[in-house]
């Protein structure tokens, strides 16, 4: 059985820090992209980043680039997004999704297992 489990969610001031860490059970780590995705209160999921298999690509929102990192540990079946420069619009529950491929479109259809969420309330 699949689970893909998030952490290191938390409360943070407007300028601070977070890691957040997807750890993945059950699943071939290394043959899937993985993507981070954000659901703010009252708004509709969007991705945020999303990396190959292999590490080679990364994609970002234009909303996060220059402050947030998406990187991996296939050896260790996580991925990582460490965001700097948090801003109060930052505030969501993250979501992190395996899939076949680094995309953000129709994320239902191209990720295949998902965590619960890790929630991220950057205060101003």
């Known amino acids: 059985q699949v689970q893909v489990v998030e952490s290191g969610g938390g409360l943070v001031q407007a300028g601070g820090s977070l890691r957040l860490t997807c750890t993945v059970f059950g699943l071939d780590f290394d043959e899937y992209a993985m993507g981070w995705f954000r659901q703010p209160p009252g708004k509709e999921r969007e991705g945020v980043s999303c990396?190959?298999?292999?590490?080679?690509?990364?994609d970002y929102a234009d909303s996060v680039k220059g402050r947030f990192t998406i990187s991996r540990d296939n050896a260790k079946n996580q991925v990582y997004l460490q965001m700097n420069n948090l801003k109060p619009e930052d505030t969501a529950v993250y979501y992190c999704a395996a899939g076949a491929v680094c995309v953000f479109a129709n994320a239902d259809e191209e990720y295949d297992y998902w965590g619960q969420g890790t929630q991220v309330t950057v205060s101003s």
């Open positions: 990396i190959t298999w292999g590490a080679h690509n990364q």
